[in-house]
């Protein structure tokens, strides 16, 4: 019994040390209901990342949102990477919207979205995936 105890105890204390702390690592997620200036999850990352949307809905207004990628930074504001303006996941469930962003510092970045429709639009997305690995 206290080896299966001892599992658990170590087995918790992990999954609770690698859920706080952002990792280099591809992550996969989905999106319900999101307006403007929703923020995604942080990872670390450093040279590239790419964001992926597929399987768009929209609810009110148009079918099109911005994705801006921000590096954290601590006790400052956080500095914009730039934007991409997703359109073709909102062709059907299996349609993809992808942006890439390269030459990115080493540090922590996150996502966020706007123009979600023409503005005050809902977004949903059946899958987000966030790829940190330009070889693929």
Known sequence: MNKLRAALVGSVTAAVTLAGTPAFANWQSSISSWTDGNESRNWDDESYSEIRFKGCTA???????TVKLWKAIDLYPDDSQGTHLF???YNGSTSV????WTGLDSGSYYFETSTV???GGLLDVDVVYVD???AD
């Open 59 to 65: 609810q009110y207004g148009s079918e099109k949102v």
């Open 87 to 89: 359109t073709n996941c």
């Open 97 to 100: 919207s992808a942006g890439e």
């Open 117 to 119: 429709g023409d503005g």
């Open 132 to 134: 940190t690995t330009q």
